[in-house]
């Protein structure tokens, strides 16, 4: 599952990996937008995510993985129906929202579930496996404001308040389709990118 891809060390990365082992936050890009990293398993963080970006705790926050073995940490069992969807679509713009582990911070749980994507942009992928832990994946804006899609728009922003990986342009457009799998069963929940069979 973990996505190779070649791309020069994008400006800010080296830096990035630094702020996030110190809990800071890390702003990056993805196949849409840019993103808002932390460790999705830190409380704290997540904490400061939300207050950065003036958004209540009522709306789950999504996470990136590029590893089985992240979803392990997340999810107490990856149905099959999952697993097949996972080969057709990712990497890629598609989130599943999966039976979530006890004890995960409750900014991560919608209904008991918990949101994951691997994202197929090499620098989001990259950041991921490079720090070995489930990330953040909200959108890189105050709540309320239009998601950026370069690293200007995010320091704009934030003003100093995130280290941010310049990895370009990205593409906007739809966001990831995001779908819920529970006992085999398939509940689309936002219609995006990724066109579901």
Known sequence: MIYHGSTDEPEGLAEAIEAFGRGEIVGY??????GLG??????AALARLLELKGRGADK???VLVTSEAMLERLCTKVPATAHRLMAAYWPGALTIALPARAGLP??????GCVAVRHSPHPVASAFVA????PI??????????APPTTAAEVRAYFAGRC??????ATAGGAPSTL???RNERIEILRHGAVEID
């Open 163 to 168: 280290v941010v990986i310049d990895g370009g």
């Open 29 to 34: 890009p993805t196949e849409t937008y840019y």
């Open 106 to 111: 409750a900014a991560l749980l919608s209904d």
């Open 136 to 145: 953040t994946a909200t959108s890189a804006n105050p709540a309320g404001a």
């Open 38 to 43: 932390v460790d999705a398993l830190d409380p």
């Open 60 to 62: 789950a926050v999504s």
């Open 179 to 181: 779908v819920r799998v």
């Open 130 to 133: 490079a720090v070995g832990r």
